[in-house]
Nanobody
Framework: QLQLVESGGGLVQPGGSLRVSCAVSGNTLDYYAIGWFRQAPGKEREGVSCISSSGDYTEYADSVKGRFTISRDNAKNTVHLQMNGLKPEDTGVYYC???????????????WGQGTQVTVSL
C-alpha cells in the first residue's frame, strides 16, 4: 500500500515559519488527495488542511486559514504544508494521510504517515 513519510518538523519561535513535507511512495501521488492532521498533547486529532488529487481544491481549518498553505508536487511525489505566523497552539505532531481523489469527510484515509513534531515556543 501507499507509504507516507513526514519531515520538516522542529522548534520555532512564535511568529516564525516552518514547512513540513509528506513524501509518498508505493503508488503515484496523482490519484490521491492528501490531508494534514495534528494532535497536541492531551488533545484529539484534528484536521488541518487537505489538497485534492488535482491540486485545484484546498481546504483549511479556521484556526490556520490565512497562515498555512498546502501545495503538491506530483512529479516529486511530495506534498508541503507551509506554516507562517506560528502560534504556541499550533504545537503538536503533524501527520499526513492519503485519500483516493477527494478531500471527503465521509471517505476513509487509506494510509497514514508516522508524524513529525512541531513545537512553537520561546
Amino acid at each position: 500500500q501507499l507509504q507516507l513519510v513526514e519531515s520538516g518538523g522542529g522548534l520555532v519561535q512564535p511568529g516564525g515559519s516552518l514547512r513540513v513535507s509528506c513524501a509518498v511512495s508505493g503508488n503515484t501521488l496523482d490519484y490521491y488527495a492528501i490531508g494534514w492532521f495534528r494532535q497536541a498533547p492531551g488533545k484529539e486529532r484534528e484536521g488541518v488542511s487537505c489538497i485534492s488529487s488535482s491540486g485545484d481544491y484546498t481546504e483549511y481549518a479556521d484556526s490556520v486559514k490565512g497562515r498555512f498553505t498546502i501545495s503538491r508536487d506530483n512529479a516529486k511525489n511530495t506534498v508541503h504544508l507551509q506554516m507562517n505566523g506560528l502560534k504556541p497552539e499550533d504545537t503538536g505532531v503533524y501527520y499526513c494521510a492519503a485519500q483516493l481523489l477527494a478531500c471527503a469527510d465521509d471517505l476513509p484515509y487509506v494510509s497514514w504517515g508516522q508524524g513529525t513534531q512541531v513545537t512553537v515556543s520561546l
